[in-house]
């Protein structure tokens, strides 16, 4: 197998495990461990950004290697695809499979006519097929590094030409307009937005963009020294024009705004930059963050794994949240027996990547 890059691996499990635990929680948890309501930024709205940054980052490092064909990515972006779709209707696969008087009809009002078309799975089907056929094309960094810019300008004037008077409300704004429009009411996550739905899309592009420069810096033949600076750099560069950009967007996770991509963009590349210097210069880091590099190697399986499970778990007559009432329920408080149920679930996961490193199983998504 070919050399893995450390701190990317160690990135991409962060990003991973914020949401493996995102999607435990039996009960209340503290509201910094939320996704904002509309507007904001809280701990776990930097890891989808952070997962897209490090998938670009990725693509940068197997491009090296190899050039990806047309072919290659519609075939990664089908598969992402359709096993999003594959999550997205699975409660009403096991109501069919499991439940006596859930009919054929029911299942196809359920999964067809009513069934969501965008996940998290598709959001990152589509931003990685629309990046890497931008990188294709233009074919140099300085080109890439604008073509975001410009993708992140263009997604903010969609916002302030539709709806000039107040571009970011809830209930009238550009990407719930085009979410109204495709994939249409009744396959969005809310009925009034979906925050994976396409129009954020333009935007999730930009993140990918900036791993993939990322990830250029990485395997360029400059020295450490020079490769963190030019992070660090970059870092700073974009979360300063992510908070100058505030000024007229809002921060949104649910909207994918420009100045949520780029301070998850630059934030990114500074936690990018001290991974990969504590990790030169310690062995003893590397070791310890050991556990993190096992489940950064199968990021997307263990993403679907935990949502298959934890879906037959709770439509299974309720048994997980059986096990968290039998376990943590109501240790010193609500919002702590429920944060430490999820730590303890996301745990769980670590043995079994492990195992998958151990026996050197890797499951592409």
Not at 122 to 138: D, M, P, S
Request: charged content about 15%; glycine content about 8%.
């Amino acid at each position: 197998m070919s050399k893995r890059i450390y701190s990317l691996d160690v990135l991409r499990s962060i990003a991973i495990t914020i949401m493996l635990f995102l999607d435990a929680p039996p009960d209340e948890i503290y509201s910094v461990l939320q996704h904002a309501d509309w507007a904001g930024l809280t701990v776990p709205d930097i890891a989808f950004p952070m997962f897209a940054f490090a998938m670009g980052a990725g693509a940068a490092i197997s491009m090296s290697k190899r050039p990806f064909t047309t072919r290659r990515i519609l075939k990664r972006t089908a598969l992402m695809f359709a096993v999003g779709l594959f999550l997205n209707f699975l409660p009403a696969i096991i109501n069919f499979l499991f439940v006596a008087d859930f009919t054929l009809g029911n299942f196809f009002d359920a999964a067809i006519l009513h069934g969501r078309l965008f996940g998290v799975l598709q959001r990152l089907a589509v931003t990685y097929a629309l990046g890497i056929f931008i990188v294709r094309a233009i074919k140099n960094d300085i080109g890439i590094f604008i073509a975001a810019i410009v993708i992140l300008s263009l997604s903010s004037l969609g916002y302030h030409v539709y709806a000039p008077d107040n571009p970011f409300s809830e209930a009238h704004n550009i990407s719930r307009a085009v979410d109204y429009i495709f994939p249409g009411a009744n396959h969005i996550y809310t009925p009034t937005h979906d925050p994976e739905g396409l129009y954020g899309s333009i935007a999730g592009t930009a993140s990918v963009l900036f791993g993939y420069l990322a990830g250029r810096i990485l395997i360029d033949n400059a020295t450490l020294r020079d490769k963190i600076f030019l992070m660090v750099g970059l870092g700073i560069a974009l979360l300063i024009a992510g908070g100058l950009w505030s000024n007229f967007d809002i921060i949104s996770k649910k909207l994918w705004t420009t100045p949520f991509a780029l301070i998850n963009a630059g934030g990114n590349f500074l936690v990018l930059a001290l991974l990969t210097k504590i990790f030169a210069v310690s062995a003893r880091a590397k070791n310890f963050a050991q556990p993190f590099d096992t489940l950064g190697r199968n990021p997307l399986f263990f993403f679907f794994a935990n949502n298959f499970v934890l879906t037959f778990l709770i439509m299974n007559s309720g048994i997980y949240f059986w096990l968290y009432q039998h376990t943590t329920a109501g240790f010193i408080s609500t919002e702590i027996g429920a944060t430490l149920f999820c730590a303890l679930w996301c745990l769980l996961w670590f043995p079994i990547a492990e195992l998958f490193k151990r026996f050197n199983i890797v499951i592409k998504l």
